[in-house]
Every structure is written in structure tokens, then in C-alpha cells.
């Protein structure tokens, strides 16, 4: 409401009582003035323009000030705009049903002029306060809005679900987790040739398009490291055939990576087991993930050819009614000694 300059409706069927209503308004320092001869005029100019107070009439023609208050009141655009009732009724029953109706004030014609003043001016008040107040709620949710978009930034949507609604993430053991890591092929060499502005530019684009595969596979983008992602699926909900739903989104990471300027070569690598999931710090917060699972995926990644999709053979074997793969024999992986390495070239629907 604009606190110089309210703009208040009057509504009488009676000429004389509209002039002496506006003039009195006028008198009190209220310019903002518009009139109506009856409801359904009424319902025309509220229809084009937003005001701050109606002073309405009981008594009209056509459509009275029970039925105009009645429609103002069901509406939600208008239902917070204040009326005052005027009307030569003194009678209690009159006062009474317009109040339940929904009538701010009552005052009774003839008019007393300190009373109108009073009556206007805490009416004209009670508006600012509840504008002011929904002004407040309403940055209060653009607000909420705002920390719902950046703890979906940082977080998986399972875990913002659950630190929401018991405001923290316990740290578990989740069974049958797939872990996928995609890692681009020489980025660090890309770096220094470039300008950082389009290293940060191309390395935006792929993970956009990264991201949109992921959830197309059902996964859950975990974090960026560097130049690496890390993804799971399985991990904070559930979805059927989390290792093959991986093994798909790795294919498709690949083929994306392909298409997409500068043409970055990329290495997968899946593992499936056990890990351990949790949120830590307290000023940058992180959802990370532990264990012999995460550590295995990392380093079958670093021995994938580029643009493959490298599982160690046991992990193949969980998938290889359904995935076509080819043995790159045994690798030394560290912690875990020589590892026979497979590469997955597609799923069989």
C-alpha cells in the first residue's frame, strides 16, 4: 500500500452521499478517490485497479452491500482489501452480519467525521501491517527457496530430504552400491594451453550434460573432484539394477564426452559393494563417501582405456548375462594386488 497516497473506493447509490463521503476524505488529506454508483460498478473498477479501503453502502440497487461484500470476501485477490460499512441501519443484527461477512469497521449515516477519521485511518493501518507482514512471509519463502536451491547444489536430493526433515544426515553402511567415477583423459595439459575462462566454460558444459544423463539413469551426482565425477546408484534410494543402470550412464557419459567440444577423452570405471555415507564439516559442508568400494572404482577409473567403461572381472560377472564385455587381464591395483580388468562395450536390453 502506498503510504502517501491510499486509494480508497467509495460505494453509494446515493449521489449526495458520495460527494459528501469524498469531500469529507479530502478534507482529512486523502486525494486518492475513486467512486462507484452501485456493487456491480464496483466489481468493474476493482476488476482494473487495486485498492487499498472500500466504504460501502448496505443499501444499493442491483446488488447490495451484503452481496458486493459477500463476492469481495470469496475472492482471493480481493478478500484482504478492508471495507467499512455505511449505512443509515443502526440496527445490531445489521452491524453483526456484516461483520461476520467480513466488514472491517461499520459506521452508521449520518456520519460523525472524528469517527470516519478514526475508523479509516486504524482500517488504512491494519492494511499496511498486514501488506507489510506478506511482504515479509513472502521473502521469508523466496528465501527458503533460495536454501532449498543451494543445499540441492551440495547435496544429493536423499540426503537434503533427510536433513530437512530431522535436520541432519546420520552416517550408514549402504549395501549394493554401484560407484561410478568418469575422469577426462589429459585435462590437466588442457589447462595449461587454454585461457581459464574457457576451461571453465567447456569443463560447465560437460558436466551439465553429465548431470542430465545421470538423472536419466536414475544416479545420484555425489561430487566433482577436479575433473573427475563421482556418482552412485542404489546409494539413497533405491532403483532396479544399479550396476547395469551405471554401466548404461558411463556408456552415455562417453559417447557425450565425444560430441561435445573440445572433444575430451574420458575413462570409467564402476565398482558395486558396500559403502560408507555421510555428511562432513561444518562451514563448507560435503555428502562424501568411503570405503574399499569408492577406493576400488577410483583405481580401476585410472587404468580404463580412454572412452571405455572398465569393472574388475568380479563385478563383471554380476552383469555379464546382460553386458558384453573383454578382458584386459590383470592390472596391479594398489591395496588390492593384480586385478583382472573388464571392459563393458554395451548393455543387452
Not at 202 to 219: P, T, V, Y
Amino acid at each position: 500500500m502506498d503510504e502517501v497516497s491510499p486509494l480508497i473506493l467509495v460505494v453509494d447509490d446515493e449521489e449526495n452521499n458520495r460527494y459528501t463521503l469524498l469531500r469529507r476524505l479530502r478534507q482529512e488529506g486523502y486525494s486518492n478517490l475513486i467512486e462507484a454508483s452501485n456493487g456491480r460498478h464496483a466489481l468493474d473498477l476493482l476488476a482494473t485497479r487495486s485498492v487499498d479501503l472500500i466504504l460501502l453502502d448496505v443499501m444499493m440497487p442491483e446488488m447490495d452491500g451484503y452481496d458486493l461484500l459477500t463476492r469481495l470476501k470469496s475472492d482471493p485477490l480481493m478478500r484482504m482489501i478492508p471495507v467499512i460499512m455505511i449505512s443509515a441501519l443502526d440496527a445490531i443484527d445489521s452491524v453483526v452480519r456484516c461483520i461476520k461477512l467480513g466488514a472491517e469497521d461499520y459506521l452508521p449515516k449520518p456520519f460523525n467525521p472524528i469517527l470516519l477519521k478514526a475508523r479509516v485511518g486504524a482500517s488504512l493501518e491494519k492494511k499496511r501491517f498486514r501488506d507489510q507482514e506478506l511482504s515479509y512471509m513472502n521473502q521469508i519463502e523466496r528465501e527458503r527457496q533460495r536454501s532449498d536451491e543451494l543445499l540441492h547444489a551440495i547435496l544429493p536430493a536423499g540426503a537434503v530430504k533427510e536433513l530437512k526433515a530431522t535436520n541432519a544426515v546420520k552416517p550408514r553402511r549402504y549395501e549394493n552400491v554401484a560407484v561410478l567415477f568418469c575422469d577426462i583423459v589429459d585435462f590437466t595439459a588442457y589447462c595449461e594451453r587454454n585461457e581459464p575462462e574457457r576451461v571453465v566454460a567447456d569443463l560447465q558444459r560437460l558436466n551439465e550434460k553429465f548431470e542430465e544423463i545421470i538423472a536419466r539413469h536414475a544416479l545420484e551426482k555425489i561430487k566433482t573432484i577436479g575433473d573427475a565425477l563421482l556418482a552412485t546408484a542404489g546409494l539413497l534410494h533405491r532403483i532396479d539394477e544399479p550396476l547395469l543402470a551405471s554401466v548404461r550412464c558411463g556408456l552415455e557419459m562417453i559417447a557425450a564426452a565425444q560430441s561435445l567440444e573440445p572433444y575430451w577423452g574420458v575413462r570409467v570405471g564402476v565398482h558395486f559393494g558396500a559403502v560408507v555415507a555421510g555428511v562432513v564439516g561444518r562451514r563448507q559442508f560435503l555428502f562424501d563417501l568411503w570405503g574399499d568400494t569408492v577406493t576400488t572404482a577410483a583405481r580401476v577409473t585410472s587404468c580404463a582405456n580412454i572412452n571405455s567403461v572398465f569393472l574388475s572381472n568380479a563385478t563383471w560377472i554380476l552383469i555379464r548375462e546382460r553386458c558384453r564385455g573383454q578382458s584386459h587381464g590383470r592390472f596391479e591395483l594398489k591395496g588390492k594386488g593384480p586385478v583382472e580388468l573388464v571392459e563393458c562395450h554395451a548393455i543387452d536390453i
